[in-house]
């Protein structure tokens, strides 16, 4: 579907000329700058056998953009590698570098890889100083607002944010960053651990790591512990090591801040137990999981109710509205996202005894539903009923392999 800022777009770069020296840097800057005006979050430039397609993700979607002729390729992705000083002459390896803009807009990281017509590049435009600065502008359940901001009190455990990539986890992580930041004005010391950084944060002394330089995740939180921190964000657990150094310093007097990759918050335990993590490190180390996703709003100017039960898709609501698409939206249907949370803790009753039985994420996922948790699918089912999102969109977000059944939550 063609957007109006995409039309846009492509009557902009049409008064370009491929010749002209000057094509690749204004191109470059336009793609740029109408990405930053529609709040995409990604740009895609794929080279293609015939063409140079630019697709742009807005509310977690691709959607198509500009298409250019193949013969500039080369030179479009050179002046994107030239904004960002990495090596232009350099296209048969990926290469990642930060594209920095004024001080105060919005800052991007570009990552060029090879491909069969040549370079592909993605810039990821990291979202504006100004957007989601605290805990409350995050949109989260109020049950899950208030634990996080007790738990943030708290002066040791962890607390883990999980999802999948493009999930808010970084986002979610930032803004608890700048809650500490507030509240300790300086008494605390506040340090992470990132890979990259993509935002700075006043109050907060962050370091990125640098793998080809042996500084990695794990060398670097063990060397962190020795920096006299109070709270330790790291960017993300991906190994066996580097969790077990974090949920040791969640136990030695730490406030452990992090993110990991898992569709559920009973499957973060699941993954860490399968990492090898000791069950009485997941028991006594964390203070709680909040798992998230995200779905796209719906165009409150635009969305209709519907009758039909096929558009339900198997979710047990009275009520269903699909996008129907306009001016306001773009013509998508949707505009904004919804953040679907759910928050778990070993210190509920039932949920500490399964995990030291080493029980499997179902039935972790049962007994955290039976001490209090609202899951995901029961946010997305009333998120559906109250007119907020589509069926459609929760099916695509959630997936179709899972059967939610009613939560037995209190």
Not at 200 to 217: D, I, K, R, Y
Not at 253 to 277: E, K, N, P, Q, Y
Not at 322 to 327: I, K, L, R, S, T
């Given at each position: 579907m063609t957007t109006p800022s995409a039309a846009t777009l492509r009557e902009r770069l049409e008064t370009l000329t491929p010749g002209n020296p000057r094509y690749a840097t204004d191109a470059v800057d336009l793609l740029l700058a109408e990405a930053r005006a529609v709040g995409a979050s990604d740009l895609h430039i794929q080279p293609t056998a015939d063409g140079l397609e630019a697709r742009w993700r807005i509310d977690g979607v691709l959607h198509p953009a500009a298409r250019m002729p193949a013969s500039v390729a080369p030179n479009v992705v050179a002046r994107l590698k030239v904004l960002a000083d990495l090596?232009?002459?350099?296209?048969?390896?990926?290469?990642?570098?930060?594209?920095?803009?004024?001080?105060?807009e919005i800052e991007m990281r570009l990552s060029t890889f090879p491909t069969l017509y040549g370079e592909k590049a993605v810039v990821r435009l990291f979202a504006s100083p100004e957007r989601y600065l605290r805990l409350d502008d995050l949109g989260l359940p109020a049950e899950i607002r208030e634990g996080l901001g007790r738990w943030l009190n708290e002066t040791s455990g962890a607390i883990v944010l999980s999802g999948p990539a493009g999930s808010g986890k970084t986002t979610t992580i930032y803004a608890c960053l700048r809650e500490l930041a507030a509240a300790a004005e300086g008494e605390r010391s506040l340090v992470t651990l990132e890979d990259p950084i993509e935002a700075?944060?006043?109050?907060?002394?962050?370091?990125?790591?640098?793998?080809?330089?042996?500084?990695?995740?794990e060398m670097g939180l063990r060397s962190l512990l020795r920096q006299d921190p109070e709270v330790i964000a790291v960017g993300e657990i991906r190994d066996r090591a580097t969790?077990?150094?974090?949920?040791?310093?969640?136990?030695?007097?730490?406030?452990?801040?992090?993110?990991?990759?898992?569709?559920?918050?009973?499957?973060?335990?699941?993954?860490?137990?399968?990492?090898?993590?000791?069950?009485y490190l997941l028991r006594s180390g964390l203070l709680a999981i909040i798992s998230q996703r995200l779905v796209r709003r719906l165009c409150p100017a635009c969305s209709r109710i519907t009758t039909d039960p096929m558009a339900k898709l198997g979710l047990a609501v009275n009520e269903a509205r699909?996008?129907?698409?306009?001016?306001s939206c773009r013509g998508t249907g949707y505009r904004g996202r919804v953040v679907l949370a759910e928050m778990l803790s070993p210190g509920w009753t039932g949920v500490g005894d399964a995990i030291l039985a080493r029980a499997d994420i179902g039935s972790m996922e049962r007994s955290a539903i039976a001490a209090g948790m609202i899951s995901r699918w029961e946010r997305a089912r009333r998120a559906v009923e109250e007119g907020l999102t589509s069926a459609a969109e929760v099916r695509r977000v959630l997936g179709v392999g899972e059967a939610p059944g009613p939560d037995t939550a209190r």
């Open positions: 090596l232009t002459y350099r296209n048969d390896v990926p290469q990642e570098g930060r594209i920095r803009g004024v001080p105060g700075a944060v006043p109050g907060v002394s962050q370091s990125q790591v640098n793998p080809p330089a042996g500084f990695t995740l969790a077990e150094t974090a949920f040791q310093a969640s136990l030695t007097g730490h406030l452990v801040l992090t993110t990991f990759h898992a569709g559920s918050a009973a499957g973060v335990l699941g993954r860490l137990a399968d990492m090898g993590i000791e069950p699909v996008p129907v698409g306009c001016d």
